[in-house]
Nanobody
């Protein structure tokens, strides 16, 4: 059974940076779609950035140019480098995955993914 464990969250001021990491354990497959989502109380889970097993990356418009998603296949980890953070980036960040299938057109939809981590909190203060 695949497990995802996030780390790296914390509190920063506007303009700061954080790097989130997602450790993947269990049996995995070479074909996958993995990504980062975030959620704040009362709102739906929002897709932030995803990476396909062919290396293609895609981002939500709100984070393009500021966030970078990457997969280290040797270490089996997924990272999210976040720069120029602002208070609107505050939320619980979740790592998500699905295996044996590419991301498809609905790559930023939470329903695309069937494996989730527990989340790590990111708080950006003004």
């Amino acid at each position: 059974q695949v497990q995802l464990v996030e780390s790296g969250g914390g509190s920063v001021q506007t303009g700061g940076s954080l790097t989130l990491s997602c450790a993947v354990s269990g049996h995995t497959y070479s074909r996958y779609c993995m990504g980062w989502f975030r959620q704040t109380p009362g709102k739906e889970r929002e897709g932030v950035a995803v990476v396909d097993s062919d290396g293609t990356t895609r981002y939500a418009e709100s984070v393009k140019g500021r966030f970078t998603v990457s997969k280290d296949n040797a270490k089996n980890t997924l990272a999210l480098q976040m720069n120029s953070l602002n208070p609107e980036d505050t939320g619980m960040y979740y790592c998500a995955a699905r295996f044996l299938l590419a991301c498809g057109r609905r790559y930023l939809a939470a329903s695309t993914y069937n494996i989730w981590g527990q989340g790590t909190q990111v708080t950006v203060s003004s």
